[in-house]
């Protein structure tokens, strides 16, 4: 047990005592463990985009299996998959990584302005398959989005009441925002501030670009003199705007990229307060050495920011 996981598990003290469990079981894995920094390999990229544009760059990715051992091996604190992929492998690794049940995907075999995921798994299912928490997305500035709230709160209910804590991906995108709006830096911390109330222990959202989408907003950043003009001021805001730091912000990875203009974002994140990032197509569609050196590296910044 470590002081700083203590002081943000004492966030959530109102929640039933198996969450607050799992919360633990996450943060205390893995080379972060007791930091209170999390890095988690997510991999929902095939049910996403497709397997070749997933896997293709690094075929073993093909293979379930080979996607808990980079988890393993890398030193992550959970893994997060579609059923499909943990179901796979649960018995094989069970007990060996914390993982998560990402309970909602979408497919690109048909685009829509106003996005809406399916639900493909539930939370038996996460239950029987031994995980720590359940992932679910929301698309704020979607025309669906109540449908996709009103399932969040339904599963997060459902979830606690048998000790999992809920993981959201709070993604802006849809007919209500341009595309360089669903980064801006205010939507950015509307779509933390959103997952938050709805009920999210963990929140995943992408880094914040400068842009300032809606013009509301920009009045207020302007009068208020919000900095952002760095990505460490960006993710200040978006974390304080998650119940002014309360609640686990973390990052996403984004596109594929180079390993310094990986870890030059890293460092701004860290800088900013993040609580980690939680990266799937950075490493897993390189060679395995090469994607543990990478998360070795990303891991190394957080701890030296903890």
Same mark, same amino acid.
């Given at each position: 047990?470590?002081?700083?996981?203590?002081?943000?598990?004492?966030?959530?003290?109102?929640?039933?005592?198996?969450?607050?469990?799992?919360?633990?079981?996450?943060?205390?894995?893995?080379?972060?463990?007791?930091?209170?920094?999390?890095?988690?390999?997510?991999?929902?990229?095939?049910?996403?985009?497709?397997?070749?544009?997933?896997?293709?760059?690094?075929?073993?990715?093909?293979?379930?299996?080979?996607?808990?051992?980079?988890?393993?091996?890398?030193?992550?604190?959970?893994?997060?998959?579609?059923?499909?992929?943990?179901?796979?492998?649960?018995?094989?690794?069970?007990?060996?990584?914390?993982?998560?049940?990402?309970?909602?995907?979408?497919?690109?075999?048909?685009?829509?302005?106003?996005?809406?995921?399916?639900?493909?798994?539930?939370?038996?299912?996460?239950?029987?398959?031994?995980?720590?928490?359940?992932?679910?997305?929301?698309?704020?500035?979607?025309?669906?989005?109540?449908?996709?709230?009103?399932?969040?709160?339904?599963?997060?209910?459902?979830?606690?009441?048998?000790? =999992?804590?809920? /993981?959201?991906?709070?993604?802006?995108? #849809?007919?209500?925002? @341009?595309?360089? &709006?669903?980064? $801006?830096?205010?939507?950015?911390?509307?779509?933390?501030?959103?997952?938050?109330?709805?009920?999210?222990?963990?929140?995943?959202?992408?880094?914040?670009?400068?842009?300032?989408?809606?013009?509301?907003?920009?009045?207020?950043?302007?009068?208020?003199?919000?900095?952002?003009?760095?990505?460490?001021?960006?993710?200040?805001?978006?974390?304080?705007?998650?119940?002014?730091?309360?609640?686990?912000?973390?990052?996403?990875?984004?596109?594929?990229?180079?390993?310094?203009?990986? =870890?030059?974002? /890293?460092?701004?994140?860290?800088?900013? #307060?993040?609580?980690? @990032?939680?990266? &799937?197509?950075? $490493?897993?569609?390189?060679?395995?050495?090469?994607?543990?050196?990478?998360?070795?590296?990303?891991?190394?910044?957080?701890?030296?920011?903890?």
């Amino acid at each position: 047990m470590t002081a700083r996981v203590d002081e943000i598990l004492s966030w959530y003290d109102s929640q039933p005592p198996g969450v607050i469990a799992n919360l633990r079981r996450m943060l205390m894995h893995g080379r972060l463990g007791g930091t209170g920094r999390m890095v988690i390999l997510p991999v929902d990229q095939g049910f996403e985009h497709g397997p070749a544009r997933s896997f293709a760059k690094n075929a073993p990715g093909y293979d379930p299996a080979y996607h808990y051992r980079l988890a393993l091996d890398a030193g992550c604190n959970a893994y997060a998959a579609p059923l499909g992929f943990l179901e796979v492998c649960a018995s094989e690794f069970a007990g060996k990584i914390p993982t998560i049940l990402k309970l909602n995907n979408s497919d690109s075999m048909f685009s829509s302005e106003d996005p809406c995921p399916a639900v493909t798994g539930s939370v038996h299912d996460a239950l029987r398959l031994g995980c720590a928490a359940i992932g679910y997305t929301i698309y704020p500035g979607s025309a669906h989005r109540n449908e996709m709230y009103e399932n969040l709160r339904t599963l997060i209910e459902e979830a606690k009441d048998v000790g =999992l804590p809920t /993981i959201v991906w709070s993604y802006p995108r #849809g007919s209500g925002l @341009s595309k360089k &709006g669903e980064t $801006a830096v205010d939507i950015a911390a509307y779509a933390a501030q959103i997952a938050a109330q709805l009920g999210a222990h963990v929140i995943k959202v992408k880094p914040p670009t400068e842009h300032v989408e809606l013009e509301a907003a920009r009045k207020v950043y302007e009068s208020e003199n919000i900095p952002i003009s760095t990505l460490a001021d960006r993710v200040r805001h978006v974390i304080q705007s998650a119940f002014d730091g309360r609640r686990i912000v973390i990052f996403s990875g984004g596109p594929a990229k180079g390993t310094e203009d990986v =870890l030059e974002e /890293i460092r701004g994140l860290a800088e900013g #307060g993040a609580f980690g @990032s939680i990266m &799937g197509r950075n $490493a897993f569609q390189r060679p395995k050495e090469e994607a543990i050196s990478l998360l070795h590296a990303v891991m190394d910044i957080y701890k030296e920011r903890a």
